[in-house]
């Protein structure tokens, strides 16, 4: 991960692997993640690009919930970095054009390219470590 010596706030993007498990499991590690960046441990970045696939109503209140805590951009950059899950290539965007530190992943896929554009990404459990939270 990139750091400032000024002392700026750490820049991330979770994936939706992420969302999921912290929304499915408020008590869990993924939900940890979740909940540093509602209280501002870390600046947290979001695209309307970055998409569930569920449904049902309690998908669209977390969205409006994440839409709340972070700052979210609509992407101009436009990647196809990850093949096997074309829908990873909209996390690398939103990271990249938010000139974010970290992208949060449990996904294999995006795990494999260990950074993109000078972006570390990193497991949740790896981040969690950074946080203190483990």
Known sequence: MRSDPAGARLKAVLDTNIYVAAFTSPTGKSAAVWNAARRGRYDLFASSAIRFRVGDHRVQKAVRLVARVAQV??????????????????????????QVDVVVSNDKHLLALKAHGGIAIVSGAAFRRVLGLT
Do not use: F, K
């Open 73 to 98: 951009i609509v992407p101009s950059t436009v990647l196809n970095v990850v093949v096997a899950d074309p829908d990873d290539n909209r996390i690398l965007e939103c990271a990249i054009d938010a």
